[in-house]
Structure formats: C-alpha cells, structure tokens
C-alpha cells in the first residue's frame, strides 16, 4: 500500500514543518569558528575551554528549562556531582581514565537526576523552583560534610587524569589537549540533544511546556517524559562537571553553588532559550564581557549584569537570538510594491 | 537559652511576611526581596549614622524610605510582568538583587556596616528567673506586636479582607469592583517596609553587608515555602520553627545544621506542596 499525498504536502508550511530539523546552511559556522579559535588563539586557550565548557553545561539546561518549561535554580546540582564523580575516583586512584570517566559522571549525575525528578516533578511552579534550589543546596552541604571524601570546602586538587587514548597528556598551562578534546565532547553531546528535540520525544516536550493539560488529554505521558528528560538533561550537566573537573584537574565546592546555577541560566537566558544555539551566544557574550570587564571593573560588572537582566526580562525575553530573529524577520518584511 | 532562637525567628518573621504575602497575593516569584532588606538595613545604618537619628526613628524612616522605593519600582517595573512566565519574573527580580548589591558596594563600600544599638537596648534584663540579653527579649516583644497588628490588620480591617479575597480568588475579588492594582501596590510597599524594618533589627545577629540580599534569601524563601503563601500567622510559626531550629542545631551540630534544614524543607514541601499551615490551592 503506498501512502496517499496530501494535497497539502507542498504548502510552504508543510514543507517547513517537515524539513525542520534538516540542516541549515549557517549551521556548521559555530563548529568552523570553534576550531579556527584554536588555530588562531593558542594563548587564549584556557579561556576556550571554559567557554566550551559553559556552553556544554547551558545546552543541558536548554534541554529541561527552554525545551520542556521545567524552571529550575538548581542544575548547577548535576555539574558538581558529575565533577565530583570524576574527582573522587581520581584522587583516589580507583579510575582515572578520562573518557569511561565522563561515562561514569554522566551515570551518577542522571541516577541523580532520576532519583530527585521522580519526586521534585510532582509539583510545580514556585514549590518546584525551592525544592530544586533546596536539592543543590543539600548536596553542597552533604559534599562540605564528607570531608574525607570530598575534601570539604577545599575541595581536591592536582586530580591525576590519564593521558587521553592513553596518548595525549593533559597539560593545564598549554590546554591544547582539553580544548580539542571538550571540543569533541561538546559536538558529541549538541548532536544527541540536537536529535533529542527534533524528534517525537523532544515534540512531546515542547507540547508539555506550551499546554500541560492539553497533553495530558491527548494522552502524553507527561510525567514520564519530564522526569526521562530530566534525567537526561542531569547527564549532560554531569559530563560537562566532570570535564571541567579533568580539564583544570581540581573540583571545589563552587561547582554545587547557587552562583553557577544562576550563571549559566542567566548565559541561556542572554543568548535566547530554547533555540539551541542560544547557549552558544549567551555564553560567548557572557564569557567574553566577564573574562575582560570583571577583572577591571567589578562592581560595574554585577551592576551592568543586573540591569541587563532586568532589561532582557522586560524587553527582550527571547535574548539576543531572538532580537536577531526580529531584526532578519524585518529586513525580510513584504515590503509594498511601489 | 531557646529565646535566642525565638529572637532569630521573629527577625526571620519580619522580613519574610512581606514576601509570603506578595507571593501569595500577586502570584510573583519576588527574589529581590532579601535585596529590600538589605537596603532597609543600610538606609536604618547610615541614617542613624550620619544624621544621628536614634534608633527606633531611624528604623521608622528606613521602612518609609523603602516602602516608597519598592511602590515606585512596583508601578514602574514589577507590575509589568504580573502575567510574565515564572522565568521572567525569576530573571528580573535577580537581575534588581545584583544592581542593588553593586549600587550598594559603589555608593557604600562592600565592608560590614555596623550598628550600634541603643544604650536601652544593650545589656541584660532580669526576667525574674534567667538574665537574659535585652535586645533579644525587645525583638520579641516587637516581634509579637506585629504578628497581632498584621494578625488585626488582616483579619479585621476592610482591605485585610480585600487582600484575603484577592489572595483566594483574584478574577472574583476584581469582578466585585476591588482595585487590585492599587492594593498590589499597597501591599508590596508595605511588605518591602516590612522587610527595610526586618534588616535593620536583624542587623545586630545578622551582620549588614551588601551579600546580606542573596546569602539570607534561601532562608527567607524556606520560611515562605514552608508557612504557606499569603498567611500572615502560618509564616509566623514558621519563622519561629527554622529559627528555632537554625539556632540550636548551629549551637550543637554546628557541621550538619544547615543540611538538615534543608533535608526537612524538602520532605515537607513533597509532603505538602503548600507549606505547612497553607490553604490547598485549587
């Protein structure tokens, strides 16, 4: 039996709709500029780390917050216990091979992730954005605590990591190793949650944010997708702590703090949530404007951030993506035939 | 020995009352409040400072002064993302605690302020059986008169009941012909006041510098969660409970206090979305 066409398959929407995960032509600039910074910016290659970093990190939290609405103030949770991960198994020598040690984070960081969205997604609104400020702030206790483990406020330093492949040491004064290598990772990750949002399952998600209830009664299982997606999401955090614990080769109590929870939201908020690549903006304009103001003008800093903000969450709530979609949606504006 | 913690409690009270209400009344996710607090707490400091107001009116001024700071940037700011997205109000109001932290370190200086309490208030008093310090047993003597004024105000007053309403029911309440706009404006003024009042008689324990607006505000928001929003006498005893219980676990398990508190905040809320002493939400 061949299908029927619709009529409809070649309206301009239909088509849009049905090629809208296919890859757009800009689509590769990201990753060409990523590589040429390497090539180009050899002395600045700590800074690309982080960045890369960051961006890994804001791309999870687009998963939960810009894909499936679930606002929360505490995934920086999933960051630490990736980065922790990594860090206790090395600093006591049980594994310290650097790719299965991502694996791992990744695991611990979703049976994280599992364990608290199968309770916290009970709720929500402002019930769920305390419980997840309270579940990070509960970890970063239970990590100051067990001191012997974790190494308590000071957290563990010079982490012996395995070459990579067994070939390729890492080297925190010339990161050329870990840019190449978060580089990789970071593409690896942004293609599976690429392919996440485009298919049914990332469809069902953006259904859940627009309209919970409608979901509900078209028979979405709504709670399984959300706390699936939060799980998910928690993995892809707790490879980007656990990278940032190998690439700079220590693990502090910061990486649990509410200030890079609040961070990376305010990078994806910057750059434009649920667009993918907002993460990418964000984090540049973020990264780059804290990297050089903040050492010369801190108060200034926290003062521009706060008032940027504020003007984002009145003004601009779709961040800087969504001004640029605005600015190209009106220089393409039907314009009267003269 | 426990009066210390009640002491703490009724600080944590004074602050947090405005925020419950506000939360419960306008539905806003209000993370600047702890930065009205600190402000309140500042203006209190250096009024009674440089100008050498005592300290009772400089705690009157500092809750005027912030009172009219939180109506105008409510008329102005606040009441534009009434209907916004949690997200929005959540980046916003973070947004306000970080200009207010740097305005406060440009203008004032990121050090401690002190605050240097009244003779009258200083020392013991002798409560017939223990000497306790004056200062704890005058906050909670305020701390008990304003839980009856707010307790009188709300339950018995006509825009207490107004507020109630608006709390419950806001489309009904508004079809009846109350302004919500005005009481909106009213109420926030009045809870930032409230928590100017909070910094200052709190400075004392609290300490009083700009990090004050983010490193209090997830004790405030527990205090919030777990009494229920919009309910004036459920805030109260939670306040008292988390201060209580901040204060003898600091005292005798100064290493797990602070999880534990969290640990509880987190079985009560699964337990009960709508704090402990809040009305089911429908």
Known sequence: MTPTKSPWADHPAAVALAGRHRLRAWEPIPWILALAFYFVFPTYLGFGTEL????????????????????????????????????????????????????????????????????????????????TLCTMALLEE?????????????????????????RFEFNPLYPTTQYLYVLVVLFVCFVFVRTLVYSPFGQSLTGIRENTLRMHAVGAPVRGRLVLCYALSAAIAGVAGGIWAQANAYVNLGTLGLDRAATVLIILVLGGYGRLYGAFVGAIAYMALSHFLSKLYPTAWQLGLGLLLVVIALFARNGILGIAELGLRWLRRPRPKP | MLLGGVAAGMVLFIVSVGLSVTMGLMGFVNLAHGGFAMLGGYVIALTMKYWGL??????????????????????????RLYRAAELDQVLFTIGLVFTMIASVTVLVGPENQPLALPAFLRGQINLGIVQYRTYSVALIVVGILIVTGLW???????????????????????????????????????????????????????????QYALKYLVYFLIVVAVGGLGRVTGVFYAALLIGVLDFTLKKYLPQGGTAFIYALTILLLLWRPQGLFGAKTT
């Open chain 1, 52 to 131: 890369l970093i960051t961006i890994l990190f804001a791309v999870s939290l687009d998963l939960v917050l810009g894909y499936a609405g679930i606002v929360t103030l505490g995934q920086a949770a999933f960051f630490g216990a990736g980065a922790y991960t990594v860090g206790i198994l090395a600093k006591r020598g049980i594994w310290n091979e650097p790719i299965t040690g991502l694996v791992l984070a990744a695991a611990v960081a979703a049976a994280i992730g599992l364990g608290s969205g199968l309770v916290l997604l009970r709720t929500g609104g402002l019930t769920l954005l305390m419980l």
């Open chain 1, 142 to 166: 239970a990590a100051n605590l067990a001191h012997d483990y974790t190494g308590g406020f000071d957290g563990l330093d010079s982490l012996p990591i395995a070459p990579l492949l067994g």
């Open chain 2, 54 to 79: 005592g300290f009772v009116p400089a705690l009157l001024f500092g809750f005027v002064a912030i009172a009219a700071l939180s109506a105008v940037l409510e008329r102005l700011l606040y009441s």
């Open chain 2, 152 to 210: 009188l105000a709300f339950e018995r007053t006509r825009t207490g009941a107004q507020i109630r309403a608006a709390v419950d029911n806001r489309r009904m309440a508004e079809s009846l012909g109350i302004n919500i706009g005005r009481l909106f404006t009213l109420t926030f003024a009045f809870g930032s006041g409230m928590a100017a009042l909070g910094g200052g008689l709190g400075a004392e324990f609290l300490g009083l510098d700009p």
